[in-house]
């Protein structure tokens, strides 16, 4: 259905950019939500005018959770597709430090994303179609010390994903899981990334198009992350325990 719009939740980021071109590309149109929108003009104008879609902007707080309703309501047409690609990492060694910074991960990447997912649920529900499409991270696969607040925040939310997608699974809705491994975005900047593991925004964009379409329920952007956290997963805690990865 490309008639209905796709509504991007994190519009600013480069992974949130490039979702929104890849269904944009099929004619959709689109919705950008971040905060402060109106910056986001030169964003807006490109898809559109690339794409000859209608591109609208929406100003959204994920750690507004009383703006919710108001913002859902403020939409111009109820989407077909939502994506939250909500996230933010924050550093470990100051989140073990500080509650109020550890609070603003887990808010930022669980509380946030699930509770403006579940509304759109409940409405997507009522109306019998729609696809929610959730993007998590492999760090909630197995909780490490190197990044354990961030990761216990996604695996919160692919927890909450999993449920959403067994509600909602005879009622005409379906629920995406991403797990993109490491991007090639802003926020890993400055990191000494593996090539093999790395995606670039454009292909995480693809893969979620390609979910949407095929109605997949969990995917790796890229498979070897599949084998790597399987492997993690499966490591003895006798042994995990002396390991630093």
Do not use: C
């Not at 009383?66 to 989140?95: K, W």
């Not at 409940?122 to 993007?135: C, D, I, K, M, Y």
């Amino acid at each position: 259905m490309t008639d209905l719009p796709v509504l991007i939740l994190g519009a600013r980021s480069d992974m949130g950019q490039a979702i929104a071109h890849a269904f944009a590309a099929q004619g959709h149109p689109i919705q950008l939500a971040a905060r402060n929108a109106a910056s986001l003009d030169a964003v807006r104008a490109d898809l559109a005018l690339r794409h000859g879609v209608e591109v609208t902007l929406h100003d959204f707080d994920v750690l507004d959770s009383d703006g919710f309703t108001r913002f859902l309501e403020g939409l111009p047409a109820l989407p077909q597709v939502a994506v939250s690609v909500v996230g933010y990492m924050g550093e470990q060694a100051e989140n073990e430090r500080d509650l109020d910074k550890a609070s603003l991960v887990l808010r930022s990447n669980f509380e946030g994303p699930a509770g403006i997912l579940a509304l759109l649920a409940n409405r997507f529900e009522a109306r019998g179609s729609g696809t929610l499409v959730g993007v998590s991270s492999v760090a909630g696969d197995r909780g490490r010390a190197t990044n354990y607040v961030y990761g216990s925040a996604k695996a919160g939310f692919t927890a909450f994903l999993s449920g959403l997608r067994n509600r909602l699974a005879k009622k005409g809705v379906h629920v995406v899981t991403v797990l993109p491994g490491f991007v090639n975005t802003a926020m890993t900047e400055g990191m000494d990334l593996p090539e093999k593991l790395t995606a670039e925004p454009q292909e995480v964009g693809g893969a979620v198009l390609k979910a949407v379409q095929k109605g997949r329920n969990v995917i790796y952007v890229r498979g070897i992350w599949w084998l790597v956290m399987a492997i993690i997963r499966s490591i003895p805690e006798p042994v995990f325990k002396k390991l630093k990865i």
